[in-house]
């Protein structure tokens, strides 16, 4: 059984710094493409970033450019989000996700996990 459990959430001011970390088990690792999805209260879910399976490519939404980091380490199985110059509109739930491939993980992952509060106070 796969499991994706997501870490590091918390609340901090804005201007702040959060890495969240996804462990993964239950499936080959390396062999998947990663990447985080978060919902906000009362709007959608929506894709932040993902990386390849070997974490040479990766791709983020416009609005966390140049804030935020996503790497993964295949030794440990586990998936980063480094957060720096946290917004206020950045406050979400974040969701760590898995997929075979680069088109996958982005629009129909074939794994979720449970999520972690992210609350950016300005």
């Known amino acids: 059984q796969v499991h994706l459990v997501e870490s590091g959430g918390g609340l901090v001011q804005a201007g702040g710094s959060l890495r969240l970390s996804c462990a993964a088990s239950?499936?080959?690792?390396?062999?998947?493409?990663m990447g985080w999805f978060r919902q906000a209260p009362g709007k959608e879910r929506e894709f932040v970033a993902r990386?390849?399976?070997?974490?040479?490519?990766?791709y983020y939404t416009d609005s966390v450019k140049g804030r935020f980091t996503i790497s993964k380490d295949n030794a440990k199985n586990t998936l980063y989000l480094q957060m720096n110059s946290l917004k206020p509109e950045d406050t979400a739930i974040y969701y760590c996700?898995?997929?075979?491939?680069?088109?996958?993980?982005?629009?129909?992952?074939?794994?979720w996990g449970l999520g972690t509060q992210v609350t950016v106070s300005s």
């Open positions: 990386t390849s399976w070997n974490g040479v490519s990766t």
């Open positions: 239950g499936l080959t690792f390396y062999n998947y493409a």
């Open positions: 996700v898995a997929g075979l491939s680069l088109v996958d993980v982005r629009t129909r992952p074939d794994y």
